[in-house]
Structures are given as structure tokens and as C-alpha cells.
């Protein structure tokens, strides 16, 4: 019983060390497990420092790419002569992209690709209109050469003046032809026999018309005088001076029908007054 005793204070002593050095060996392990975590935090904190530094210097390069892509924006719509409600449209447009690829420099890539494709293709275009222009040009140029060719072929006939020549026009188109020539201001008309009617700045009046014959008889009234046409024929320049500084007037009748009716023009000198609007 005695031994008993004895031997118990060495047995709990040793039990004692064991716990305490368990304890030792997990304080140990804490230790080290803290000291690489630790080092794992500081290495992963080093990591997110690098990326927001990346971040920084991307946002930085975003925002000069942005500057850069508004200037060569505005310079190109110079260029083209664009709008400012066209150039708000296509600074919309950029905004939208850029809010679309911030997040991602590869898709700020691809952005500017974009947009170099559409610069090009606007380039192109106004190659395009350039070149449709051209065509207008030369278009034009040979209409006014067919112009300057129909007018030097527009027949020219002696007024009943005596010693005075004139250019007439034979119809409608030849009178459009002789008014793009500007040196002239022309009244086209339609007379009734027996009509009596304002006709620029001058009355006309249809005595006779003779259609069988193509001639007829009219009176001009200007300036408080009557000139008398008589029997004369058609796309004949019928001649008088009228005015405050007396100018060359004539008459040319085209036509003459069946129901006593002749069509022609009054030609009268870009210096002679203007009749009252609504005549």
C-alpha cells in the first residue's frame, strides 16, 4: 500500500510533462502557422498593391487615349465639315465605348480598333461624296458647254426695224435657252383676238390671227402710244423703243391656232423697269 503512495506524485508529474509539452509543440505550431500566414498576407497585400498601381497607370493611359481620341475627333470633323449636333452624336457615341471598355484594357483594344474601322470608312465616304461631286462638276460643265452650244445655234432674224438684228426663240425651250443667256428679261403670253392685255410693262391687243397663212395683226400700246403690227408672220421680231430712256422691246409670236389665238414672248432689256408684282 505504501508503494502505492509513492509511486503516484511520479506517475501525475509525468503526466504533467507530457500536457505541458503538447501544449509547447501547439504554441510552437500556432507560432509558425501565424508567422506563414502572416507572410502570406504581406505577400498577397505586396500583390494588391502591384494591381492597384497597374490600375492607376491604366486609368492614366485610358484618359490620355480619350483625350487623344476627342482631339482627333474634333480635327476630323473640321476636316468634314460635320455639325455640332453631328459632332455631339459622335462624342455620345465614344463616351458609350469608352464607359464599355474601362473595365477591361482588351476591350479598350478593341474600342480603338473600332474606331479607326469607322474613321476609315468615313474617310471613305467622304472619298465617295468627293468623288460624286466631281461628277456633278463635269456633269455641269458639259451642260453649260450644250447651253453655250444651243444659244450660238438659236436662229438669229431681222427686226421690222430697219438695220436691227435679234436672236429669237422659237418655242418654250429656246426661250428658257435665251433667258439662262441674262443679258434679257422675258414675258411669255396668249392673246384672244380682240383681247387687250398687260404683258410686262406694255398692253397687247390681237386683231387678226390667220392660221392658214401663220399671220396675224396686233397693237402694242407703250408709253401712251399704238404701234400697229399689221400682217406680219410668225418668229418675226416685232420692234419698238419705249421707256423713260427709250429701249429696244420686242414681240415674237410663235403660234397662231385655229380659234384666233397666238402664244409668243415680250422681250424687254434687263435695264427696262420691273412690272408690279402679281401682273
Given at each position: 500500500m505504501s508503494e502505492e503512495f509513492e509511486n503516484a506524485p511520479r506517475t501525475y508529474s509525468g503526466a504533467l510533462l507530457a500536457v505541458i509539452a503538447?501544449?509547447?509543440?501547439?504554441?510552437?505550431?500556432g507560432l509558425i502557422w501565424s508567422y506563414v500566414l502572416s507572410g502570406r498576407v504581406s505577400s498577397q497585400k505586396t500583390e494588391l498593391d502591384e494591381?492597384?498601381?497597374?490600375?492607376?497607370?491604366l486609368a492614366a493611359k485610358l484618359r490620355e487615349t480619350d483625350a487623344r481620341l476627342n482631339v482627333a475627333t474634333e480635327e476630323l470633323g473640321k476636316s468634314l465639315?460635320?455639325?455640332?449636333?453631328?459632332?455631339?452624336?459622335?462624342?455620345?457615341e465614344i463616351i458609350r465605348r469608352e464607359q464599355a471598355v474601362e473595365a477591361?484594357?482588351?476591350?479598350?483594344?478593341?474600342?480603338?480598333?473600332?474606331?479607326?474601322?469607322?474613321?476609315s470608312a468615313v474617310s471613305s465616304a467622304v472619298s465617295d461624296v468627293k468623288t460624286d461631286v466631281g461628277g456633278?462638276?463635269?456633269?455641269?460643265?458639259?451642260?453649260?458647254?450644250?447651253?453655250?452650244?444651243?444659244?450660238?445655234?438659236?436662229?438669229a432674224v431681222r427686226g421690222d426695224l430697219s438695220g436691227t438684228n435679234s436672236v429669237i426663240a422659237r418655242n418654250h425651250d429656246?426661250?428658257?435657252?435665251l433667258e439662262h443667256k441674262g443679258d434679257r428679261n422675258f414675258y411669255e403670253f396668249t392673246l384672244a383676238k380682240g383681247q387687250k392685255k398687260p404683258v410686262g410693262t406694255v398692253s397687247l391687243e390681237l386683231k387678226k390671227a390667220d392660221a392658214k397663212k401663220s399671220k396675224f395683226t396686233l397693237t402694242v400700246y407703250a408709253d401712251d402710244k399704238e404701234y400697229e403690227k399689221k400682217d406680219r408672220n410668225l418668229n418675226e421680231p416685232l420692234q419698238?423703243?419705249?421707256?423713260?430712256?427709250?429701249?429696244?422691246?420686242?414681240?415674237?409670236?410663235n403660234s397662231v391656232s385655229a380659234k384666233n389665238t397666238v402664244k409668243g414672248y415680250l422681250s424687254v432689256p434687263k435695264s427696262a423697269p420691273v412690272p408690279p408684282t402679281g401682273q
Open positions: 503538447a501544449a509547447l509543440i501547439c504554441a510552437l505550431g494591381a492597384t498601381q497597374q490600375n492607376k497607370q465639315g460635320l455639325t455640332q449636333k453631328q459632332m455631339d452624336a459622335r462624342a455620345q477591361n484594357t482588351a476591350q479598350l483594344a478593341t474600342a480603338q480598333k473600332q474606331t479607326a474601322q469607322q474613321v456633278v462638276k463635269t456633269d455641269l460643265g458639259k451642260t453649260q458647254s450644250d447651253l453655250a452650244t444651243t444659244i450660238s445655234q438659236l436662229q429656246e426661250l428658257v435657252m419698238f423703243y419705249a421707256g423713260k430712256d427709250p429701249a429696244l422691246f420686242e414681240v415674237v409670236v
